[in-house]
């Protein structure tokens, strides 16, 4: 089987994922070429480690970059915690202001709190980056090569993290109008209330781009190791888990049909985790990849790979 589905002029939003050292980077550079002959196309990565630019053989920065050699392939890598001061900056005193007014801390104290990081809130960011493009750009796709599987569930978790923080901030909202209502007799609003409305609907349009079928995909990577399928199974259940739509896996580096004694013990060991994947996953799409004699790299090697691909 192969990709071809992911032709589909209403597909969107394309993530690839898995544990770390598949191929993850790989695949997307791939697809992201071949889908590119038709669409112009941006790709992202959210990997803290980021290796586009090695993919690619050239230097890939934080805003669109055009990839040499093509038409209409940009890509970009995301620094996440650039991604998360600039949000700090432009909401800071929002924020501030909220954990001022609705709490009996020292503005001193607010501003340490505030300073302090959130776990996986840099992951939220770079999600949130993603969306904001999608909503001022001109791409008709766009494809991410994201981090291995445990940051990867912490990106898209992004609507839960981000809905219970703001319903902390809005329940502090709520008592400082509640307290202003009772002694000022009137009812206010400011930029903090502007600043929670549209947290609220970044977190409604991020929700409903993940979870809408016609519009996006998860294409698993894996390899034909123990490992590779019990990570396979954990994060294709929390994709269920999430309403995150799922129907391609792509197994790689598999060994070819040689006459050498290692390589025929390698592909029998790898033809029984195959037919596992292949019985645990038997609704989903799987595309086999043979491991290549020479590393992927440069437009000319992906281009190969994208035509066994789709």
Same mark, same amino acid.
């Given at each position: 089987?192969?990709?071809?589905?992911?032709?589909?002029?209403?597909?969107?939003?394309?993530?690839?994922?898995?544990?770390?050292?598949?191929?993850?980077?790989?695949?997307?550079?791939?697809?992201?070429?071949?889908?590119?002959?038709?669409?112009?196309?941006?790709?992202?990565?959210?990997?803290?480690?980021?290796?586009?630019?090695?993919?690619?053989?050239?230097?890939?920065?934080?805003?669109?970059?055009?990839?040499?050699?093509?038409?209409?392939?940009?890509?970009?890598?995301?620094?996440?915690?650039?991604?998360?001061?600039?949000?700090?900056?432009?909401?800071?005193?929002?924020?501030?202001?909220?954990?001022?007014?609705?709490?009996?801390?020292?503005?001193?104290?607010?501003?340490?709190?505030?300073?302090?990081? @959130?776990?996986?809130?840099?992951?939220?960011?770079?999600?949130?980056?993603?969306?904001?493009?999608?909503?001022?750009?001109?791409?008709?796709?766009?494809?991410?090569?994201?981090?291995?599987?445990?940051?990867?569930?912490?990106?898209?978790?992004?609507?839960?993290?981000?809905?219970?923080? @703001?319903?902390?901030?809005?329940?502090?909202?709520?008592?400082?109008?509640?307290?202003?209502?009772?002694?000022?007799?009137?009812?206010?609003?400011?930029?903090?209330?502007?600043?929670?409305?549209?947290?609220?609907?970044?977190?409604?349009?991020?929700?409903?781009?993940?979870?809408?079928?016609?519009?996006?995909?998860?294409?698993?990577?894996? @390899?034909?190791?123990?490992?590779?399928?019990?990570?396979?199974?954990?994060?294709?259940?929390?994709?269920?888990?999430?309403? @995150?739509?799922?129907?391609?896996?792509?197994?790689?580096?598999?060994?070819?049909?040689?006459?050498?004694?290692?390589?025929?013990?390698?592909?029998?060991?790898?033809?029984?985790?195959?037919?596992?994947?292949?019985?645990?996953?038997?609704?989903?799409?799987?595309?086999?990849?043979?491991?290549?004699?020479?590393?992927?790299?440069?437009?000319?090697?992906?281009?190969?790979?994208?035509?066994?691909?789709?």
């Amino acid at each position: 089987m192969a990709l071809n589905e992911l032709l589909n002029k209403h597909l969107q939003f394309i993530m690839f994922g898995g544990k770390g050292g598949v191929g993850k980077t790989t695949m997307a550079s791939a697809a992201a070429l071949e889908l590119a002959k038709e669409n112009k196309v941006l790709l992202f990565t959210t990997d803290p480690a980021p290796s586009l630019s090695d993919s690619f053989g050239q230097a890939i920065g934080s805003e669109p970059t055009a990839v040499a050699g093509t038409k209409n392939l940009f890509a970009m890598e995301i620094d996440a915690r650039k991604v998360l001061e600039e949000f700090k900056k432009e909401y800071g005193s929002e924020i501030l202001d909220i954990l001022q007014q609705g709490t009996y801390l020292a503005n001193e104290e607010t501003e340490e709190l505030f300073r302090l990081d @959130i776990p996986g809130l840099d992951e939220v960011m770079s999600l949130k980056k993603i969306t904001d493009f999608m909503e001022n750009s001109d791409y008709q796709q766009y494809i991410v090569d994201t981090a291995p599987t445990g940051h990867t569930l912490r990106l898209l978790m992004l609507p839960e993290l981000l809905d219970n923080w @703001i319903k902390f901030l809005a329940g502090l909202r709520w008592k400082y109008h509640a307290m202003v209502r009772q002694f000022a007799k009137e009812q206010r609003t400011d930029k903090a209330d502007e600043f929670i409305l549209e947290m609220k609907k970044t977190v409604k349009k991020v929700r409903t781009l993940l979870q809408n079928p016609e519009k996006t995909e998860f294409v698993v990577v894996t @390899i034909a190791e123990k490992m590779g399928v019990s990570e396979t199974e954990d994060l294709i259940r929390n994709l269920e888990h999430m309403h @995150i739509p799922s129907r391609h896996i792509i197994i790689n580096n598999i060994f070819p049909q040689e006459e050498t004694d290692f390589a025929r013990m390698r592909r029998k060991t790898q033809e029984r985790y195959i037919h596992e994947i292949k019985e645990k996953f038997s609704t989903h799409i799987i595309t086999e990849v043979v491991l290549q004699p020479s590393e992927i790299q440069g437009i000319d090697s992906l281009q190969k790979l994208g035509a066994q691909l789709f």
